[in-house]
């Protein structure tokens, strides 16, 4: 009889731990029981796991007692105060938070992609940024097939990347500004909640998220660069894929959308290979179709765990570079999704 296991779910109540409880219900992880967790104001909270009626309860040390596995998604302070705590106590835990991603020490892994890096862990996982696993999704096979030299993203990032707050607060100031009210008294949160000035995001566009750091980048853009290269390369500050990043946020609810600009090693490579390798690729769909009309959207990509790709097309002013187009349910492959999806490879390949 294969072995189940008590699963724990830090940060139960927000808009990625709910789509974690329903990614762990419909996986093939063996769940013997779940227990779900959140802060004291969550707490007394009820969900429904598999029909089973739970409730929420306060986060302390002691909560992991007896469990093998927990997935978080609770904020990089709760991450590193609690994970530790439930390491100590026997569990494998993967973190959506961005607490461990750049620890040497600590995996961060997409499955398709890298899986091999989970052999290497020390009861911590770290997931990695949404917009980073969907265009690392996009660019692997690729890799795999022609090599890598350069990659040029632009983010068109939705509004649920900050978390379901920012949704509220973009159909408020949507609503504001159709009322011909001032969207400034809604703007609270965005482009990133602990910054100085606040703006609107309805019938706006913010090139900004998380912090502006003294480099002229944004956190989230250095995320992007050495988030990719740690995935691909296992070296966050490898010369070999020259990477750079402009990150927006956009007006749309879920699903993040991405201009690729990439240059293969191989300069034999024709759009017409780079749809085959990618349309062969695990957890990619190719919606590349321009006779009719055919190609990703955020409000179509919502609800999939897939990575949607198009508008592949070769960069007739340099050989050996492409642009690509990529689209993705950023709270689902971006965050819930693939953290269940670790979880899963972490059963089939006996570490945990």
Known sequence: MSKEYNVAILGATGAVGRRMIDQLAKSTIPVKSVKLLASSRSAGTH????????????????????????????????????????????????????????????????????????KNHHGIIANPNCSTIQMVMALEPVRRKFGLKQIIVST???????????????????????????????????????????????????????????????????????????????????????????CVRVPVPIAHGESVYFTVEDESATAEDIMDVIADFPGDVLQDDIKNQIYPQPINAEGSRDTFVGRIRPDYENKGAFNMWVVSDNLLKGAAWNTVENAEYLVKMGLI
């Open 47 to 118: 969900l429904k796991f598999r029909n089973q009626d739970l409730v929420v309860e306060e986060t302390t040390p002691d909560s992991f007692d007896g469990v093998d596995l927990v997935l978080s998604s609770a904020g990089g302070s709760v991450s590193k105060k609690f994970l530790p705590e439930a390491v100590k106590r026997g569990a494998v835990c993967v973190d959506n938070t961005s607490a461990f991603r750049m620890d040497e020490d600590v995996p961060l892994v997409v499955p398709e992609v890298n899986p091999e890096a989970l």
């Open 156 to 246: 068109y990032q939705a509004a649920s990347g900050a978390g379901q707050a920012a949704i509220d607060e973009l159909k408020k100031e949507s609503q504001a500004y159709l009322d011909g009210k001032n969207m400034q008294e809604d703007a609270k949160i965005l482009p990133t909640k602990g910054d100085k000035k606040h703006y609107p995001l309805a019938f706006n566009l913010l090139p900004q998220i998380d912090v502006l750091e003294d480099s002229g980048y944004s956190h989230e853009e250095w995320k992007m660069i050495h988030e990719t290269k740690k995935i691909m390369l296992n070296d966050m500050n490898s010369k070999d894929i020259k990477v750079t990043a402009t």
